[in-house]
């Protein structure tokens, strides 16, 4: 095997995701690294975006263009079912598991809206996180861990991911302190 092919073989490493649910707001942010093996290949990527005339924020973790094609996917669901995004995503969810083509895909999707917070995989899962905190990707643990346990001291959402994202970035080689965060108020 060359060096080029291992290189090429290597799994695509480098995001975390996280979204955290307060009162008054929900937030989802995501890091910028994108490595494959042990080679940062971009430091700023942005994982996390609006979605239904900014009305649902999403962010991945996986391979770029599978995410993207989630995401578009997504937004098509969203249209479908007006904006109800338990619905779309139980139908998405249905199509990942299903459609030989999107079987292969390799993400995970953390969705928001004003009501709910949801995980999406591949699987066919869609969940909704305990405490209305979530977290994917390569530092997620550790970001999940973090925020959990600054839940109970800190009630602003936007600080308390900021917080526990640099801890996953202090942490996890595959993780980086480029933020990209996207916050819709809810009704508190």
Known sequence: MTNNHAQ???????????????????????DGQVSMGQTVMKPNARKVRRLHDGSVIGGFAGATADAFTLFERLEAKLERHNGQLLRAAVELA???????????????MIVADKEVTLVITG??????????????????????????????YEKDAEILVRKAMQVAADICVYTNDQFTQE??????
């Open 8 to 30: 090429s073989a290597a799994p695509w490493h480098g995001t975390t995701i996280l979204s955290a649910r307060t009162e008054g707001k929900v937030v989802v942010i995501g």
């Open 183 to 188: 916050t819709l108020e809810t009704q508190a």
């Open 94 to 108: 249905k199509d990942w598991r299903t459609d030989k083509y999107l079987r292969n895909l390799e993400a995970m």
């Open 123 to 152: 699987n066919g899962d869609v969940l909704e996180p305990k405490g209305g905190i979530a977290a994917i990707g390569s530092g997620g643990n550790y970001a999940l861990a973090a925020a959990t346990a600054l839940a109970e």
